[in-house]
């Protein structure tokens, strides 16, 4: 089982990664793109990674371009809500 601290870093890196690729994961939730499960499978998937601190220098060093690294866990999940944060903007 994750530990609390365990599951707190991953959280913190899956709503870093979400700001840097444009979307606000609480106004997804509330705006029903996104469920709570689904965060929570995010946080998960992202505790499953073999790398962490490499992942929180690609957000400390880079600038917020809408990408993912290859290697991120939930660069599916992101892509879909960075579209649907896109077409809402655009309607």
């Known amino acids: 089982?994750?530990?609390?601290?365990t599951l707190k870093?991953?959280?913190e890196l899956v709503d870093q990664m979400a700001t840097h690729v444009g979307v606000d994961l609480e106004d997804?939730?509330?705006g029903g793109d996104?469920?709570?499960?689904?965060?929570?499978?995010?946080?998960?998937?992202?505790s499953?990674?073999?790398?962490?601190?490499?992942?929180?220098?690609?957000?400390?060093?880079s600038s917020p371009d809408r990408k993912?690294?290859?290697y991120c866990r939930n660069a599916a999940l992101f892509d879909r809500?960075?579209?649907?944060?896109?077409s809402k903007c655009d309607g």
């Open 48 to 61: 499953d990674c073999s790398n962490p601190d490499h992942c929180e220098q690609f957000l400390a060093h």
């Open 81 to 86: 809500l960075t579209l649907l944060s896109d």
């Open 28 to 30: 997804a939730a509330l």
């Open 68 to 70: 993912t690294p290859e």
């Open 9 to 11: 870093r991953h959280a």
């Open 1 to 5: 089982m994750l530990g609390k601290d």
């Open 34 to 46: 996104v469920s709570i499960d689904q965060i929570s499978n995010a946080v998960l998937r992202c």
